[in-house]
Every structure is written in C-alpha cells, then in structure tokens.
C-alpha cells in the first residue's frame, strides 16, 4: 500500500496581471502548503478500483471522472500500465474552497503511482502530466514554497515559513473558479515585490478576493473575524476563495482564534495546522 499525502495549498499572495489568448491568466502567487489535507491509497489488485472517504466524500459522490482518475490514466500513457489498481481518496479538505483540493489530490496520485513503478518523483514527464491536468497541479506536485508565474506552472521555490501556525477557515460556501475570474476587472495592480517570504506575503494582495466577495460576501466576514484575532500576522482568502487563512505568531494564539471562530460559528470548517 503506497499512501500519499495531498496538502492543502494556499497563496501568500495572488497577482493577477492580464488575461492571456489560452483563456488562461497570466498571475504571479507566492504558493505555500501546509502539514494537513487529502490523503491517497494505492495497491495492486486484481481489478479496478476507486472509492472516495472521508468527511468531504459526498460531495465527490456520482463523479464519474475526476482528476485522481485522470491522473492515474495519464501516468499509465506515459509510463506504462502498472495493472489493475485500487485507488483510495481520503476527502478532508472540502471541494472548490481555494485550498488545492482536486489539485493536490491528483498530485499525491502522480507521486503515489511513481512510487509505485520506481519512477523519482521529480521526473520531468510527471510535471508535463501535471501541466496538462490543472494550472496548480503542478505547484502540488511539486509541493513546496514556490513562487508561481505564467498560469501558476512555472515554480521557483523559496525559501518557506516552516512550522509557521495557520489556521484555515470555509463559511461553507463552494466558489468555482471560472467566474471569480470572469468577474476581475482586469486592473493590473503590480507585480509581488521583494524580500522574504512573509515580507512578500504582507506588501501583497489576491487579486480575486474583491470578486470572490461579490459572489460570497461572507468571505469578507470570515477575513475580517481572522483579521481581528490577537497574535496575527496576515489574514487573507486563498486562490479563488471562499477558504480564508491566517498566519499567526504562535500555536497558541492560533488555537484561540480557531476556539473563537468556533464558538461564533459554529457551521464553518475550520483547520488548525502549520506550514511545511
């Protein structure tokens, strides 16, 4: 049994700097991941299988394709067939919230299944997979502080914010991607400037957080309430939203917040973890 983790990714920072003939949008973010998120299991079996667990699996329930799938059918393309597979996905990160999710999963798939067929990890065809399956794709892959320009493909890690508290925080509401997009205003604002990792994280901004907020107002509830626990040091929604996060200065103060963010509402998912 290979198991993989698939950890929830969140921007720094999200610069979105113009919309490019592919449809996609040329951006600059600072990607960052954390010590918690989906969890794959693959084993060798004498016929095909998938099934999806965990808190967030129904809402997976009757996908008849999705990216764990089409990732196991690109590697099998391109390095050959490893046979019959009985493929687990652990769902605890919930779906279209900004975080990774599909991403990472199907990134833990390409490193699960190269673990599998003794293919390393950081193997050139796995992250032309990873391109072809999703811009984040491969950022997950890759699974380290980056620096992401083009479509969010082309990495240069940094040095990260290890062990640094994150608390993650989703009002319940799923924001797809394409129309936060559709609705930016297209405003080139500037790109991510210089320094550290946090230094950069701070003088940033996301640029779809103001259209993400027209579509879910609450997420500038859920930032605000980040925004006003003790100990933080920079409160901001992730990706296309509506998952929010917020660094803090220790465990303790993010462990206060999460208790707070509780108590006032108690519907929201909440995550306390830490950067990897």
Not at 71 to 96: C, N, S, Y
Not at 159 to 185: C, E, H, K, M, Y
Not at 207 to 236: C, K, S, Y
Request: proline share 6%.
């Amino acid at each position: 049994m290979i198991v993989e983790l698939a950890p929830a990714k969140i921007n720094l920072a999200l610069h979105v700097r113009r919309k490019r003939a592919d449809s996609y949008h040329e951006l600059e973010t600072l990607f960052a991941f954390l010590r918690d998120g989906d969890r794959i299991s693959i084993c060798r079996t004498s016929a095909p299988h998938f099934a999806v667990t965990g808190p967030f699996a129904a809402a997976l329930a009757g996908e008849g394709d999705n990216l764990v799938l089409r990732a196991a059918a690109q590697f099998a393309d391109r390095f050959g067939d490893p046979g019959p597979l009985a493929i687990t996905l652990d769902k605890h990160l919930p779906v279209a919230s900004g975080i990774g999710g599909g991403s990472a999963d199907a990134a833990a798939t390409l490193r699960a299944l190269a673990r599998l067929a003794g293919v390393a990890t950081d193997d050139a065809g796995l992250f032309v997979i990873a391109e072809a399956l999703g811009a984040d794709v491969p950022a997950c892959l890759l699974g380290r502080s980056a620096v992401g320009t083009g479509k969010g493909e082309q990495l240069d890690p940094v040095a990260g914010l290890i062990d640094t508290p994150v608390l993650l925080v989703n009002p319940g509401v799923a924001v797809s991607t394409g129309p936060v997009f559709r609705a930016w205003d297209g405003i080139d604002r500037g790109g991510i400037g210089a320094g550290d990792l946090l230094a950069r994280a701070i003088n940033g901004r996301n640029d779809l957080e103001p259209p993400a907020r027209l579509l879910a107002p609450v997420i500038g509830t859920v930032v605000a309430m980040l925004q006003a626990q003790p100990g933080v040091m920079l409160a901001r929604m992730s990706g296309s939203g509506a998952t929010c996060f917020a660094l803090f200065e220790s465990v303790a103060a993010r462990t206060a917040a999460a208790k707070a963010i509780r108590q006032a509402e108690p519907g929201w998912w909440c995550l306390e973890s830490a950067l990897a």
